[in-house]
């Protein structure tokens, strides 16, 4: 039977229809036909293409198709451009949100300076990489044209250190941030660290010349302080903080949400991590940041005592997911952001509804929670002035989102 794809759907993968409903495709493009065969493992169709739309690309990456990092890179500009724009109106629109969604902001390849790989030991291998789509499965790579050129050439060190740390019972995480001093290798789910496997250990990080190397949160070694700079505050970030992943997406970011709470004279930053927004904030306003992480409060206390210019920042370490400010505190702020983990700020959001705050920035990885906090805020008298995708989950089907609202 021969198919035509339709359209994409949310994870990127082509939409065909079917003898018995819809058919989900990966790596096709609207236009193409395809020849569907029986139904591969796990229940997904197998299929050869036929005609290829000639929006189709050479992938950039050898590990593209088995890696599961990446969904669009057979994609030309336009269609992918244009499948993450809509992604933002199309769950927006679901919720009765009508509202124009700005083009999107993109990323350069190789700028992504934050990266989780996963490292495996099925018998006598070592496998390092990302984990293969809807798949635990690692496949172990080589190279990463997202990942800034500095992540790429650690790799050999990398899987050195994964081939010391990791044991055949279950995956080893190394999370990998590039600072302005080296970069900060944080690995998690290791084995009980011996004293036997500390010393190697830190022998090759001093070796790769790396600026720290922790294990669950213990530090083994740092040689330099691993620095971030919030556009012009220096940040020594915790073992394993939370950090956008790109840089320049974080500046397109930072820059609509102080523009938007110019003016404000006191805002509240939620789920505020190590001061992305609040320490920029606090150049033109006081600042009131509200965090779960203690190490990452520290972190922005921290720097902004060491910095100048700033205005004053008080931090508040709350679980807003079980504990959301009352609207009746909130009415202290003139302007609030909040950027939460993908699981959204319905909590929070309902009590900001109920408040008197002029202005909100809402910044999310998840158009779908993102639209469902954003009925809410408009619901209770909010009015949306502008939706702006960021791409800085470059060639995923994920996107970035920054809402901007007044009360209406």
């Not at 390849?109 to 499965?137: E, I, K, M, Q």
């Not at 999370?175 to 190697?200: F, N």
């Not at 939620?270 to 320490?279: P, W």
Request: glycine share 8%; net charge neutral.
């Amino acid at each position: 039977m021969h198919v035509t794809i339709d359209s994409l759907g949310a994870k990127g993968d082509g939409i065909a229809q079917g003898a018995d409903g819809p058919l989900y495709l990966p790596f096709t493009l609207p236009g193409e036909v395809v020849e569907i065969g029986s139904d591969a493992p796990g229940g997904r169709p197998q299929f050869t293409p036929v005609e290829l739309s000639p929006e189709r690309r050479e992938p950039p990456c050898p590990h593209f198709g088995e890696c599961g990092g990446c969904d669009l890179q057979h994609a030309s500009e336009a269609v992918y451009r244009e499948f993450k724009r809509d992604l933002i109106g199309s769950t927006l629109a679901r919720e009765g949100l009508e509202t124009q969604v700005e083009p999107l902001v993109g990323c350069l390849p190789r700028s992504r300076r934050r990266v989780a790989l996963t490292a495996t030991r099925p018998g006598n291998r070592l496998l390092l990489g990302y984990n293969a789509a809807r798949s635990n499965r690692v496949v172990a790579i080589e190279t990463c044209p997202i990942a800034l050129p500095a992540i790429e050439a650690a790799l050999p060190f990398l899987r050195r250190l994964a081939s010391l740390l990791a044991d055949r019972k279950r995956p080893l995480k190394l999370m990998v941030t590039a600072t302005t001093a080296g970069l900060d290798v944080a690995v998690s789910d290791a084995a009980r660290l011996s004293e036997k496997l500390r010393q190697p250990a830190v022998a090759m990080a001093l070796e790769a010349g790396i600026a720290r190397l922790s294990v669950e949160g213990e530090i083994l070694v740092q040689i330099r302080p691993p620095l971030v700079d919030f556009s012009g505050v220096s940040v020594e970030l915790p073992p394993g903080a939370f950090l956008q992943a790109v840089e320049s997406a974080e500046a397109v970011m930072a820059e609509l949400v102080v523009g938007h709470l110019a003016g404000a004279k006191r805002v509240a930053d939620f789920f505020s991590g190590c001061g992305t927004f609040s320490l920029r904030l606090a150049r033109q306003s006081a600042v009131h940041a509200v965090e779960s992480e203690a190490a990452a409060l520290a972190a922005q206390d921290r720097a902004h005592r060491g910095a100048t210019g700033l205005k004053p920042l008080s931090t508040e370490r709350r679980d807003l997911f079980r504990r959301p400010v009352p609207a009746k505190e909130l009415n202290a702020f003139d302007g609030v952001v909040f950027d939460p983990p993908r699981a959204g700020a319905e909590a929070l959001v309902r009590e900001l509804a109920g408040s008197g705050v002029k202005r909100v920035a809402a910044v999310s990885c998840n158009p779908v929670t993102l639209a469902r906090d954003l009925k809410i805020l408009v619901d209770g008298g909010y009015r949306i002035v502008s939706v702006t995708p960021v791409d800085q989950f470059l060639w995923s089907h994920h996107v970035e989102a920054v809402a901007l609202l007044v009360r209406a």
